[in-house]
């Protein structure tokens, strides 16, 4: 046998819980109700993230592959750029406090000798408007140590390099971070060339976890 507490968010909302022995309870938002189950199932009930244990992943989101997996141009910006980006992710609905873990990954090759791509998360919200998270300070919830969060150096050839890189971070929902966070990935290199397309095939997935 197991307890379940049922806390109302709302009134008029109808919740059921079937037994198994085919017997349904039911109870109504705006009382709060306790119900002894055994084997049960419930339909119509919202898990709120306040009630997550601190640790547990309440949503994740994913870039969107089809549509929008690579720069789509060579890549010549010298500083990074909110507009030269390979995949982004949109989180919505997200609670203060909580941590989101920025996972990506970006490929293609480098045909120049000497030069260097690199590559980081941006992040647009009410808080932070298209800004780097790298270096952003830890209280504006960055994570306040580089610029780049990962790089690709090629030292003294001229052929084609392919890559696999892996990109990941993470960025503290703020106060005033608002209903939307879009996170983007983006690339930069270290010297304005014609032969870097380290951006061809991106993915990204954004996890909001508990705190």
Known sequence: MATLTIK???????VQIKSGDG??????????STVTLGTATI??????????PAGHVVQVQTSDFKNKRNVGAWVTATGYSWNTYSCAVTMTNCTAGNKIILIGTDSGYQGEWDKVTYWTWMVKDGANSEVNIGNLAINSGGMEGSESLSSFYVNNSANDWGLS??????????????????FRLCSRVSTASTNI????QSTGYAMEVQA
């Open 23 to 32: 017997n349904t309870t039911h109870a109504t938002f705006g009382d709060t």
């Open 8 to 14: 109302p968010t709302a009134a008029g909302n109808d």
């Open 165 to 182: 890189n892996g990109i990941n971070g993470w960025y503290t929902v703020q106060g005033s971070s608002g209903n939307s966070i879009e």
């Open 43 to 52: 339909t119509n009930a919202t898990i709120t993230a306040g009630t997550f």
């Open 197 to 200: 397309w380290n951006s061809w």
